[in-house]
């Protein structure tokens, strides 16, 4: 119980700390400059910081498959709330998330996704939602990865659930490279609807990316079973 009180001390201090660095990146944006590469070393630094605390441990398999240019989307499957930090710290590249609407609105923490350039889908307004999908598309044309999490939601036991339908739309218009990431241990750091903090062992499979091209929109169910097979079968 002390590992998690102090967990979380920390977790809104360092919020508070980080604030000036935070409102100087801010004005650079404002200004037109890039700060994907600070923004990037900040939030690998508090990722990292906040698994340790945790008591987690971090192994990583598979960095040579990430390809190093064209558009890139990283789908994981969903373990608990670690899986976020775990995925900025240790895939050795800035990356943004497909992440609710509501998180947009967090103090200080929605204002760093959006330095991340994340997207922020809000399931119950299917205009604005589809406005989220086609910044996303964007996004990642020029360059900049982005995560989706195909289950919608955190797992209730460690198990792979099913892929939504339409997961996979923003990575086959984008015509991305599809990196499937394994998730392992994150389940036990903090299991869905515990607050608990617990040690873990964490481990992230990256396997060889998918082309998204080739399929139909009708087709996309068979890609989205290939990526979720390929990650199951590295549990």
């Known amino acids: 119980m002390i590992r998690t009180i102090t967990w979380y001390i920390y977790f809104w201090l360092y919020q508070l700390f980080a604030l000036p660095k935070y409102f100087v990146l801010k004005s650079k944006s404002h200004k037109g400059h890039n700060i994907t590469d600070e923004v990037y070393t900040e939030t690998v630094k508090w990722a990292r910081s906040l698994i340790k605390l945790a008591g987690g441990k971090v192994s990583v398999e598979g960095l040579e498959n990430i390809p190093t240019e064209g558009p890139v989307v990283f789908v994981a499957n969903h373990q608990g709330n670690f899986d ?124 060889e990316p998918i082309p998204s091209t080739g399929y139909e929109s009708t087709e996309s169910y068979i890609l989205r079973e290939k990526v979720r097979d390929v990650i199951i079968s590295k549990l």
């Open 84 to 207: 976020i930090p775990t995925l900025i710290g240790y895939l050795n590249r800035p990356i943004g998330f497909i992440a609710k609407a509501e998180t947009e609105k967090m103090p200080i923490v929605g204002g760093w996704m959006k330095n991340m350039r994340c997207v922020f889908l809000d399931r119950e307004n299917p205009r604005a939602a589809l406005k989220a999908i086609k910044s996303g598309i964007e996004i990642v044309k020029s360059g900049h990865a982005i995560v989706i999490f195909p289950e919608g939601t955190r797992s209730v036991d460690g198990k792979v659930d099913e892929f939504k339908p339409g997961s996979f739309k923003l990575a086959m218009k984008a015509e991305a490279m599809i990196v499937p990431v394994t998730i392992s241990g994150t389940y036990d750091m903090m299991p869905k609807g515990s607050k608990r903090i617990k040690p873990a062992e964490v481990k992230l499979t990256i396997s």
